[in-house]
């Protein structure tokens, strides 16, 4: 399995953590490949702790001879990636006689002729299922994948922490000076990257608080994010 960092509090660091436990408890032996930290051990949510192998993605073709290496090494069936797929391109087409993929990855916009790498990723023949978060990117993918890969694309929703996210306290509206009938709304952004298009959010947001309070409406926005 590789993916960006295992130990972040983000929605992949969080996914990878869970998604190695569930394949272990299914019987698995899962190895855990990532560029952003040395050889480390991984807690797991069941208590287990992993080896997370490190690879160098900013080393030109050491990136590749490295991850190749791992590959001679472990000899694994299949490799399952979170990522954002356009970005591991050239890194699946480095293994196509040696090794399947599962490219489990967010659609952020829609995919046509002009979204070439990530194109090409979708299609490269060692890709043998796709996973995304939500039906928007089923959809996209479908658009531009070969034909025989239609019914191999699968919507599988992130895992939610009913502990984390769970319905508001019946006194947080009268918290903001809100009543009954006002909306809240929670944004959550693990960081302030420039493709988030945050400022256009932030934009959309002002204009539609403005319109629901000329309705009579107000409405709470709760946004966090990193720096």
Do not use: C
């Amino acid at each position: 399995m590789t993916g960006v960092n295992p130990f972040a509090n983000s929605g992949y660091g969080k996914q990878s953590r869970l998604l190695v436990g569930l394949l272990r408890g299914m019987g698995h032996d899962v190895n855990y490949f990532t560029p952003q930290l040395l050889n480390s051990m991984i807690q797991l949510p069941d208590g287990v702790k992993i080896m997370g192998r490190s690879f160098e993605l900013d080393a030109g073709d050491n990136f590749f001879n490295s991850f190749n290496s791992a590959l001679t090494y472990f000899n694994p069936d299949i490799v399952l990636s979170l990522w954002d797929a356009w970005a591991i391109t050239g890194l699946v087409y480095s293994t196509v006689n040696r090794v399947k993929w599962i490219l489990y990855t967010p659609i952020d916009s829609e995919l046509d002729d002009y979204t070439i790498e990530m194109n090409n990723v979708l299609n490269a023949p060692n890709v043998s299922e796709i996973w995304t978060p939500a039906t928007f990117g089923v959809n996209q993918i479908r658009k531009v994948i070969r034909k025989e890969m239609v019914d191999k694309v699968f919507y599988i929703p992130h895992i939610v922490d009913g502990n984390v996210f769970k319905p508001l306290p019946n006194n947080t509206k009268d918290k903001y000076g809100l009543s009954k009938y006002d909306a809240v709304a929670i944004t959550v952004a693990f960081n302030q990257s420039e493709r988030k298009n945050l400022q256009i959010l932030i934009a959309a947001m002002s204009k539609a608080m403005k319109k629901l309070k000329n309705g009579g409406v107000n409405l709470a926005w709760l946004f966090w994010t990193n720096p």
